[in-house]
């Protein structure tokens, strides 16, 4: 009763905009929009995709597409009102309210990869808005002298089977095959040139003063970690504070770094390379993913392997042990663009080789961001590392990697804060952190970025 009382108020509150909604000629199949539902998101909700074309070439509609601050986007249909947060040189905040809902604000992040033609938006106030979610993507491609749009999009939120499978101006169809419409009739008739300038004052004023980039770098793409801390162990001693170090990372990646966590407490094999199995099918090429061991670890001489010990882990049977070799395995599957692994544990110095440090002229930020990197950031060599001795009863490297992330001011690659972390722990422990690309992983010359939000 609950839920059909609260589709009840939906759609009264859409059918009472709707009075505003402007009126089009013609139907979506007389302007070639067309519909398909697709395979649900992996968290479930709907998927759909709307195809259409413009009559213009695909650097114009481009332009358009990518400059959702124009004065222009004030008219269209479906919008009462369009302000914009905040923008750089690929991403943009907007706040928008609807003609349907004009007493509720969209917070949505647009994304733009200006190579491919691809926009990626994501709402932001899913909670405020009751959404558990909202994102997708707006393809371009040409087509000789016309432009094709493909906008994929994944929802969930109360009402939306009801609220996808309504052709009126309200439903889905109309209300996104509406602003098509309208988009089919503005942008071949838009000049270029009438385009206003891409960056707010303050930004530019941001620039000059940090000519490093570092002030004003906005990466691409979504922020995910995997946070896994191991206590207790079923067949081997426990340790302390593994835990406890794992809480605190996903603390601050999550609360000033804007990361997605999921957290693993006591994990088993099993539940290690699931979730690395599950971030296969959940990554997109553009996003980025940490992934945070702090647990027992374990060198075998003979085979020249080093080994993460999970909390089903025994002492002399390596049939629950993960081997470096399998972890880097499942990060080749990984589309993401860039991987940071983390390691806390004892001789987790063999996932490491040689990595070379380039110079960090002023585009160093941009440069490593369009490159794919497999990096990995150990507590130490091939040696045993502390559990303990550092400050709030953390582990000596865990309490360092707190510290270098706290003093990211805004955007720093994973080489300046390690060289932070190296530099805290050699002043209080005997082990010695080690950086580098990931061996056979796919690494390509770039860097993970952590950028303060």
């Known amino acids: 009763m609950q839920r059909l009382a609260l589709l009840l108020i939906i759609c009264s509150s859409l059918l009472a905009g709707c009075a505003q909604f402007p009126a089009y000629t013609g139907t979506l199949q007389q302007h070639n929009i067309q519909f398909k539902k697709l395979p649900p998101a992996?968290?479930?909700?709907?998927?759909y995709r709307m195809t259409y074309q413009i009559d213009a070439p695909i650097d114009q509609v481009w332009q358009f597409k990518a400059h959702p601050e124009a004065r222009i986007f004030k008219t269209a249909p479906n919008i009462a009102s369009h302000n914009v947060r905040s923008r750089n040189d690929d991403h943009i905040i907007l706040e928008q309210s609807y003609k349907i809902a004009p007493d509720k604000q969209y917070l949505w992040r647009y994304d733009f990869d200006h190579d491919t033609r691809t926009i990626r938006y994501t709402l932001s106030n899913t909670k405020a808005l009751n959404v558990h979610y909202n994102y997708g993507t707006i393809q371009l491609t040409a087509a000789g002298h016309k432009t094709k749009i493909e906008q994929t999009a994944f929802l969930d939120f109360p009402g939306v089977a009801i609220w996808a499978m309504n052709n009126s101006p309200i439903g889905m169809r109309g209300f996104t095959g509406q602003f098509a419409i309208w988009e089919q009739d503005m942008i071949p008739n838009l000049a270029?040139?009438?385009?206003?300038?891409?960056?707010?004052?303050?930004?530019?004023?941001?620039?000059t003063q940090a000519p490093s980039s570092h002030a004003t770098f906005t990466p691409k793409g979504r922020y995910f970690a995997l946070v896994i801390g191991n206590n207790q162990y079923q067949h081997i001693p426990s340790l302390e504070n593994a835990v406890d170090d794992s809480k605190a990372i996903a603390k601050i990646l999550k609360q000033d770094f804007n990361f997605k966590i999921e957290r693993l407490k006591d994990a088993t094999r099993s539940d290690i390379l699931t979730a690395l199995s599950e971030y296969?099918?959940?990554?997109?090429?553009?996003?980025?993913?940490?992934?945070?061991?702090?647990?027992?670890?374990?060198?075998?001489?003979?085979?020249?392997?080093?080994?993460?010990l999970p909390t089903d882990a025994k002492k002399d049977n390596p049939v629950n042990w993960i081997a470096n070799s399998t972890i880097t395995r499942a990060l080749k599957t990984i589309s993401a663009k860039h991987i940071l692994l983390i390691a806390d544990s004892c001789y987790s110095g063999k996932l490491t080789r040689g990595l070379k440090i380039v110079d960090r002229k002023?585009?160093?930020l941009q440069r490593i961001a369009s490159k794919k990197s497999r990096t990995v950031m150990t507590s130490g060599g091939l040696e045993p590392v502390l559990d303990a001795g550092g400050t709030d009863q953390h582990s000596v490297f865990a309490s360092a990697l707190l510290s270098a992330l706290n003093e990211v001011e805004?955007?720093?690659?994973?080489?300046?804060?390690?060289?932070d972390v190296r530099k805290k722990v050699l002043l209080n422990a005997d082990q010695t952190p080690e950086y580098s690309n990931i061996r056979k992983a796919g690494h390509d010359g770039g860097d993970f970025i952590f950028v303060r939000h």
């Open 42 to 47: 992996k968290l479930g909700g709907q998927a």
């Open 192 to 207: 270029s040139n009438k385009q206003p300038p891409r960056q707010p004052a303050k930004e530019v004023i941001a620039a």
């Open 280 to 308: 296969r099918h959940e990554m997109q090429p553009n996003d980025h993913l940490l992934i945070y061991y702090a647990g027992h670890g374990w060198l075998d001489t003979e085979a020249d392997e080093g080994y993460w």
């Open 362 to 364: 002023p585009n160093y």
């Open 410 to 419: 805004h955007a720093e690659d994973g080489a300046g804060v390690f060289a």
